[in-house]
Nanobody
Framework: EVQLVESGGGLVQPGGSLRLSCVASGFTFSSHCMGWFRQAPGKEREGVASIVTGGLPNYDLDSVTGRFTISQDSANNSVYLQMNDLKAEDTAIYYC??????????????????WGRGTQVTVSS
């Protein structure tokens, strides 16, 4: 059974940091593109960052570049999202997702078919 389990969300003040974790099971982690997406209330789900074992990270939003860092630990089938200098507009449910990599690891949401249930991130004073 494929599982993606996110953790690490919570309430943080503006300017604070959080580190999200996603543990994957049920598929070969190293052959899959792993992505983080987020969905704010009333908005569509959007890609944040993606990574594949041995590859470079890909950030899809100018708004997070320089503040968010995606990383992965293939030994533990885990992918992380370090979020620094958080802003109110970063408030959203953050989802971990994956798909079998055939060519390029992207953040095209339509290519992802394994999804976690999400973890809530709230940035508020």
């Amino acid at each position: 059974e494929v599982q993606l389990v996110e953790s690490g969300g919570g309430l943080v003040q503006p300017g604070g940091s959080l580190r999200l974790s996603c543990v994957a099971s049920g598929f070969t982690f190293s052959s899959h593109c792993m992505g983080w997406f987020r969905q704010a209330p009333g908005k569509e789900r959007e890609g944040v960052a993606s990574i594949v074992t041995g590859g470079l990270p890909n950030y899809d939003l100018d708004s997070v570049t320089g503040r968010f860092t995606i990383s992965q630990d293939s030994a533990n089938n885990s992918v992380y999202l370090q979020m620094n200098d958080l802003k109110a507009e970063d408030t959203a449910i953050y989802y971990c997702a994956a798909y079998y990599l055939r060519r390029v690891c992207t953040l095209d949401i339509s290519t992802y078919y394994y999804w976690g249930r999400g973890t809530q991130v709230t940035v508020s004073s």
